[in-house]
């Protein structure tokens, strides 16, 4: 049996839209966009939103949105997807990398020794879609006046307390990547509720045009175009019921998995489960059979940030509970396709082998 990690949940209604985009003839940014940022925004409840051409795209436009720039420092969870990391040095600030804890998010406890008066920012994620405790970033960026940027790129349909992730933050991002659950196979969005970030934000996705071929700010070409904005809103409008599914994967897994533990998840949480992970301490030797046995998975993620080779010179620290972690995380298979015998396959390979 072959399990692929990850399949895009692309059906024949997405395929008809862009068909439909195709016929139309206008392919580039247009009105397909701006449906899909006003559809997203009502499904978030949150007054704006900016589509972009990747959830990296979308983080540099929430950084530049912040004047973010050199000798400015900026809080980020040692252990993330690494895209949260290059983007503070795009725009020429420091990374500061606080542990995690064991939802595997960044441990609020620890965040105040980190701030100096060079802090300019939070970064907080969600990693795989666990919620991070929001009632604690949210204080702590108040206390100290400094903002808060959620990058929601794993966390697009998970809930805090009754909140949709992707709107805690003065400024939000997702990724729209063909792994996600709702996917423009590559895209972003920035989710605000100020007005002025959200015209600054416009801006920057296209040059930092102020009006035609007036250029304001150092911007990019982070466009998303017409013809993958309509496959958003199609897959927005059976968003509720992939959520589903995904959440009754999760609880199938929870089931029936014995010997392995998981992220800790915080009290009146929803979560999408991006990723479902599990923790061993066998973890390369089952990774290993699993791999052999045909199930395809993911580490999210084998080391720190600050260890990969790109940010040694960076930071010298060591994040105890980001190691242990590192060393113990397996990403497993949970996408749309995914049938009951192949979870019972991979069920039953993991508790043969695992403990
Ligand atoms: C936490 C996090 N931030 C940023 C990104 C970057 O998103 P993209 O791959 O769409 O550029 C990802 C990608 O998955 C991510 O997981």
């Known amino acids: 049996m072959k399990i692929p990690w990850s399949l895009p949940n692309i059906n024949k209604k997405d395929m008809q839209s862009i068909k439909k985009v195709l016929d139309s003839g206008w ?33 540099d436009m929430a950084l530049k949105c912040l004047d973010i720039g050199e000798k400015d420092e900026v809080i980020i969870p040692a252990l993330a997807y690494i895209a949260t990391a290059n983007v503070v ?35 907080n994620i969600d990693l795989g879609g666990n919620p991070s405790n929001y009632d604690e970033l949210l204080r702590i960026s108040k206390d100290y006046d400094i903002p808060l940027i959620v990058d ?69 070409n982070y466009r998303m175009t017409d013809l993958v904005a309509t ?64 199930i395809d998975t993911r580490i999210t993620y084998p080391m720190p940030i600050n260890e990969q080779p790109v940010f040694k010179k960076i930071s010298k620290d060591f994040f105890l509970k980001a190691k242990d972690i590192s060393k113990k995380v397996i990403s497993l298979p949970i996408h749309h396709k995914l049938s009951i015998e192949q979870q019972d396959y991979i069920i039953k390979k993991i508790n043969k082998y695992a403990g």
């Open 27 to 59: 392919f580039s940014m247009g009105s397909e966009v701006k449906k899909f940022e006003e559809k997203t925004a009502r499904h978030l409840d949150i007054k704006y939103a900016v589509a972009a051409n990747t959830g990296t795209a979308a983080l």
């Open 89 to 123: 040095l795009y725009n020429n600030a420091r990374p500061v990398f606080v542990d995690i804890d064991d939802t595997l998010n960044i441990d609020t406890s620890l965040i105040e020794e980190k701030i100096t008066d060079k802090t300019k920012v939070i970064i």
């Open 152 to 220: 929601g790129a794993q966390s697009f349909g998970s809930e805090y307390k009754g909140i949709k992730c992707c709107t805690h933050g003065v400024i939000n991002t997702t990724s729209f990547h063909a792994a996600k659950l709702l996917t423009t196979i590559e895209g972003g969005m920035v989710f605000t509720r100020e007005k002025e970030f959200c015209l600054k934000a416009t801006s920057i996705r296209n040059q930092g045009e102020k009006s035609k071929y007036i250029h304001q700010y150092l911007g990019n």
């Open 231 to 294: 496959v958003g809103s199609s897959q927005l409008d059976r968003f509720k019921e992939t959520l589903k599914q995904r959440r009754k994967k999760a609880e199938y897994y929870k089931k029936n998995l014995n010997n392995v533990e998981y992220p800790r998840e915080l009290h009146n949480i929803k979560n999408c489960y991006f990723f479902f992970l599990i923790l061993v301490k066998n973890r390369d030797k089952l990774n290993n059979y699993l791999n052999q046995n045909g």
